[in-house]
Each structure stands twice: as structure tokens, then as C-alpha cells.
Nanobody
Framework: QVQLVESGGGLVQAGGSLRLSCTAS???????????MGWFRRVPGKEREFVAA????????HGTDSMKDRFTISRDNAKNTVILQMNSLRPEDTAVYYC???????????????WGQGTQVTVSS
């Protein structure tokens, strides 16, 4: 079992930045570095949306070109942490952001095994 705890959400004005952090605690025998780590977001009434993921190798992928241009995902295996640095935020980025861990960096939420509780990001215009 892997437990994920997100932090760093909040309220920011359009054009601002936020840094989301997700720290994992794994049961004995499970190593953080063996998991792909990702971020999804959800707006009430809409489908869950893939934001970004980083593979065990460190290779990353993003959901859209806009996310790739503005968001950076990174991992620190020594600290069991994955970071989502979000710059040039827009009101449409407002959502609950969820951290996930899984065996591969799929864009499909169902492919991920473990989820955090989510952190709210609100971008005001």
C-alpha cells in the first residue's frame, strides 16, 4: 500500500505560480522509485484530466501543450516526493489537483493504483 499526501494548493491571481508537492509513504517492501508518479485535476461536473507524469526513469509527459509550456513535474526519490511547479496560471487551471502513483505514466486515471486526497487550486482573474 502507498499513501500519498498533497500540499501546496491555494488561491493565486492569474499569471502567478504555485508549487504542489506530493509525499509518498509506502508499506514495507514498496519503494517509491519503482512507481511512476502523476498529477490529475478535476473540476466539478467535468471529467478527470491528466496533467503530467514522471516515469521511474525521470522522463516526463504532459496532458496538453499548454501544460507542457507552463507546468514542470519532477521527482526526488530520496525524499519520496513529486513536485508540480505551475507557472503562468490561468483561471481555467482552477481545480482540485490529485497526486497518483502507478506502474506506468498512463494518461488514463483508471491505470493508476494509488491516489492522494487532493488539493484545491484556485486562480482568480
Amino acid at each position: 500500500q502507498v499513501q500519498l499526501v498533497e500540499s501546496g494548493g491555494g488561491l493565486v491571481q492569474a499569471g502567478g505560480s504555485l508549487r504542489l508537492s506530493c509525499t509518498a509513504s509506502a508499506a514495507s517492501g514498496r519503494t517509491f522509485s519503482n512507481y511512476a508518479m502523476g498529477w490529475f485535476r478535476r473540476v466539478p461536473g467535468k471529467e478527470r484530466e491528466f496533467v503530467a507524469a514522471v516515469r521511474r526513469s525521470g522522463e516526463s509527459r504532459h496532458g496538453t501543450d499548454s501544460m507542457k509550456d507552463r507546468f514542470t513535474i519532477s521527482r526526488d526519490n530520496a525524499k519520496n516526493t513529486v513536485i508540480l511547479q505551475m507557472n503562468s496560471l490561468r483561471p481555467e487551471d482552477t481545480a482540485v489537483y490529485y497526486c497518483a502513483a502507478g506502474s506506468d505514466s498512463s494518461t488514463k486515471g483508471l491505470a493508476w493504483n494509488y491516489w492522494g486526497q487532493g488539493t484545491q487550486v484556485t486562480v482568480s482573474s
